[in-house]
């Protein structure tokens, strides 16, 4: 995170992992490992008579907060450029959210810790790329769904139901979301 | 479908649709439309201040049967390549299953209505293109994940809990998968 007197801050995309994210969700992604290979990453399991490998329980669905449930639908979202400016974050208060592309993409992905409103300085900035979804913990900060390159498909994972689940809150200061 | 005289049915390849999949459960993928068109069909809704457009309830999740539960998964498939033959079938009594590619993917899709063992005649074979993935719904017959080209990545979204959830069946006869 840079700083240029009085503009917004500037602030540098990382690329995305489990380890990176964990404080604010999961990334929805294979492990590492082909097919047929024989040795296998500790978290899969061979499937179809070794004809896939599947690793379970990728996201925490939390949905059921307050009489909610799963709700599954599909998002087409427009590409945004970067860089990108930021004046406000969302969260949802009541369940967890998860956006998976469905086809081969690259999207942005910005959080920030804690239940109290944003401050630009907390932000972080992940790329996440081809086969990477990601699923935002319940109350985590975050910018709606931006995608890079081109209009792409989602599926999404989260809650219906009765109760007041998006708070909107304005950034102290803009960020700059650049990629370096 | 056309027979050969002792040998394997053969059977042709539809496109994906979701009239035609109705049968068997869902076709997941969004409502055609732009973003920003300004009139969108009746099943879609913006979002984002207009950055996106959602289309909801796209799968009917069905996995509480006998204590049931959703598992979120990512199944890593390795490509097959056409003709296929089929000589099985499997279904999951207890719950819908549900798969969507994570990249730009063509797979195949192999179907059977009805509770007992399927036929070879009965069966019906879609080719879901990019953006499109499917849920069958619960008990139907299929043909496990089948992706073309190369390996793909999919979210799977499936019943966990006690009980026997799957069940295989050899049907009468073999039949070839072809593409026209």
């Known amino acids: 995170m840079t700083e240029s007197s009085g503009g917004p801050l500037e602030l540098e995309i990382e690329s995305l992992s489990a380890e990176r994210f964990a404080p604010f969700g999961e990334v929805i992604e294979a492990s590492a490992g082909r097919v047929g290979a024989g040795a296998y990453p500790i978290d899969v399991y061979p499937i179809n008579d070794g004809g896939a490998l599947r690793r379970d329980h ?3 669905v939390d949905v059921e907060e307050g009489g909610g ?3 599954v639908s599909v998002a087409r979202a427009a590409p945004r450029t970067l860089p ?3 004046e406000k974050l969302e969260r949802h208060p009541l369940g967890s959210q998860a956006f998976v592309p469905m086809t081969t ?3 942005l992905v910005v959080v920030a810790g804690g239940v ?3 401050r630009a ?3 972080r900035a992940f ?3 081809p086969g990477q979804g990601v699923s935002y913990r319940r109350g985590v900060w975050h910018l709606p769904l931006s995608v890079l390159e081109r209009e792409t ?3 999404v994972l989260d809650r219906e139901g009765p109760g007041e689940n998006l708070e909107e809150r304005a950034l102290d200061r803009p960020v700059r979301i650049v990629l370096t």
Request: proline share 8%; net charge positive.
């Open 58 to 60: 990728v996201a925490q």
């Open 69 to 71: 449930r799963l709700r």
């Open 84 to 86: 990108l400016l930021v």
């Open 105 to 107: 993409a690259c999207f």
């Open 116 to 118: 109290r409103p944003p």
């Open 121 to 123: 300085r907390e932000l």
């Open 127 to 129: 790329l996440a790329g």
């Open 153 to 155: 498909d989602f599926l």
